[in-house]
């Protein structure tokens, strides 16, 4: 926090021009620090300093002209300003939350926004770990512990702070964090794994005031005791069992059959980053941005010099737990607007999260002070094979022509806790973007008494229980298909009634379109193929006559469980339905709303502004995608989970004249080898020719560099089959 003295006699630093959406320099955080205290006077606790977006109006018109090359010094660039989110603390202690847009080039604040009462700012890594400080000092927590019958020569204590989640009704709250108790066994090593020994407790802290405040009891019975609390019989871990994961302490030898698989570039990557910004690969031209809530922000895709979206990120994420034995009901984490993916995303470069030659991007972010902190190598930027991207073999020439499906891949990695989440933005060459998100970590458990099972959750480990939960997530999509006017249409493959006139053998079905013309929700249907299309109708494909588009299936997954009367319920109204269509409004970014940290309701989300009942037809639309994993555990994904996987496809719909991946190369893979062959048996040479160098129609066949490959018969169609027109026209009839 610093000081209510502003030095309105500091050194203004050289600010270098940067781009419109680049993240802040050092520089630029530091004069939006200055600009905050002066304006403010006052003690501030600063929160995030991030790149504050100029209004799409003005930055498409800067971007259009950029990609046309026509920028000059004469071109009117967007106002480089930062948002700066801060609390003011007064001397008697109390936090008022505020946000200040500040202008770079004039060091000034040109606005300054409250948040409406009742409104709590997400949580910081600062208050987070402070949390554990609170609980080891407080003698309410200390006596907690000690009724527990802990053996003190065993077992450490571990504290997993948490968002206090949504208060009961009537409860009126300041701002509380809770946090999920352990024990750790005293192994000497750091890394032993603690969620195996959970303690039935769960401290509350008044955040402001930093003092713990109660101590929350948890009921450990199984399906016999319903509701009850007070069913353990014996010291609570007693029945407890290690559960390692870490290679170290491992109670099974790893594994000594697996041989090296090396990705290799020998000649580098196929993909360019400028100023840790700017990405061109293949015809793929887009920026990677970062805000402190949604980590990796995708701005002005386009491919081949034609627009695509204007903005993708991943908007919201809500874990609900489906534990009905009090507090339970307030176990409810918004993983983005709670605590920000952007402050809990990994360093990639510490383990193999990304494979090949990489382009690491850093973060930057800030401490309490309001002083720059960079978070090293957040972002990784690589290639990877994906497998066949296409091929057709013909059968009469036994001609094969085969190309990989080479994707470039942006990922950023969150740990919140016991979870991770793999986040991936996944380019490919045939004009599509894939979303792909990954849960995976260490299933949240409570403990439960000795021999007991319940219906609230799966006993993954003696005394374990790992409670059932959800994790709904919220994708952003701003399309800009050849241009900001598009429209939402919904497309629904029919059956068409069996009939004489229409459907006489009754195997023909329909295309039901329909234009969303109003902002509304839809839900998935998988029985009716239900797609979405985002597209540009004052653009037509010549070939098909149907507008250019692009269009997405939405995965039919389960959606929010709690009852809609539920506080639970109520602060994820976006979880309700699997897509929202909304008008373009600048800063109508996060699906729940941007104040999610102890709310009884969602207020400024997708609902609100389905709400409003804009004209959405030929206009600049929003499309908001939500799906979930509803998880019940099961053993095998403790004590560390395998990864569980979603993908969301966005794939050109006429947007094209023809397949766009149709001039990809073969690849030639020198290290491919076929085993059981000797060491001339490769299958493709760095000439991209065959190893064996077969003939047509032999067992072996031949490989091009262009990815043909001569293949051996595949069917009894052998050699060439075709008939001359002629010959057919003069079999009158046969």
Known sequence: MVSTNGNNGHVVPQIAHQHPLDQLSGDEVKVTRQAVIDARKAAILFRNVYTFEPAKAELVKFLNAERAGTLSAETPRPARQARAQYDVVYEDGSHEYMESVIDIASEKEVSVKKPEKGHQQSLT????????????????????????????????????????????????????????????????????????????????????????IRIDRLATGGVEDGLKYGTAKTNVLEHCHPAEYVPELLDTPLRKDLKPLNVLQPEGPSFTVSNDSLI????????????????????????????????????????PYGDPRSPFQRKQAFDFGDAGAGRAANNLALGCDCLGVIKYIDAMLVNSEGQPSVSKNVVCVHEQDNGIGWKHTNFRTNR?????????????????????????????QAGGITLETRATGVVSVVNIDPGKVSPYGNVVSPGALAQNHQHIFAVRIDPAIDGQANTVFTEESMPIPMNPETNPFGNGYEVVRKPVTKSTWIHASPFTNLTVKMANTNKINPISQRPVAYKFIPSPSQLMLADPESIMAKRAAFAQHHIWVTKYKDEELFAAGEFTNQSQKEVGGVADAVARNDDVENDDVVVWNVFGLTHNPRVEDWPVMPVEIHQLELKPADFFERNPALDVPGSKNVSSVEVGRDANGTCCHADGTNGTNGTNGTANGTANGNGDVQAAPTSHLQGTDTIPVSQVNGRNGH
């Open 280 to 319: 061109e690969w293949q015809k793929w031209r887009f920026r990677v941005g970062f805000t402190p809530r949604e980590c990796a922000v995708i701005h002005d895709v386009t491919y081949d010099g034609r627009s695509v979206l204007y903005r993708l990120s991943l908007s919201e994420m809500t874990v």
């Open 400 to 428: 094969a022509v085969v190309t990989r499906n080479r994707e470039l891949v942006v990922q950023f990695i969150i740990t919140l806790a016991n979870y991770e989440y793999v986040f991936a933005y996944k380019f490919d």
């Open 125 to 212: 890594m600062d208050e987070f770990q402070e949390f554990s400080r609170v609980c080891v000092e407080s003698d309410m927590f200390k006596k907690a512990v000690k009724e527990l019958n802990i053996d003190a020569e065993k077992f450490d204590i571990a504290i997993d702070p948490w968002p206090y989640g949504g208060p009961d009704p009537g409860e009126v709250t300041p701002r509380y964090t809770q946090g999920l108790c352990f024990a750790k066994l005293r192994n000497e090593n750091a890394d032993s794994n603690h969620y195996a020994y959970p303690l039935p407790i769960i401290p509350v802290m008044d955040t402001y005031k930093k003092e713990i």
